[in-house]
């Protein structure tokens, strides 16, 4: 029986301009992975500064240089409608490697931020 899965990965933006490569590893009990989104502490920044690459299973889901604003949602939009589908990606090895860029867009001072990374799918129980 498959029963609904949603994990967070946090990662810390220190400095403007750099790249944040990342590896989650999955519980092998996470089969299919059927959404995503991107959050932050600070969502002006992550929007305008932002952008990623994201790949599960070694397949891309958001190929590297992917804007932002392409998935971050704002609190006005309903929360059925805030996340990404990734068209029921299979998990197989479990490893989300996710990236994020700082781009400096000369509209917003760069400051420490969180990202996370929001992941929702189905596991076996």
Known sequence: MM???SKSYDVQINAAGQSYKNTFQLDGSVK???RYTILSNREDLAYYRGSIALL???EEIAPDGYSVKKVMCWPTVA???RQKPTGNCPTGNG???FTYTDINDGLTIFQPYTITLSIEG???E
């Open 95 to 97: 490893q989300v490697d």
């Open 79 to 81: 929360p059925d409608s």
């Open 122 to 124: 189905e596991r076996e």
């Open 56 to 58: 599960i299973n070694k």
């Open 32 to 34: 299919v992975i059927n």
């Open 3 to 5: 029963k609904f899965f």
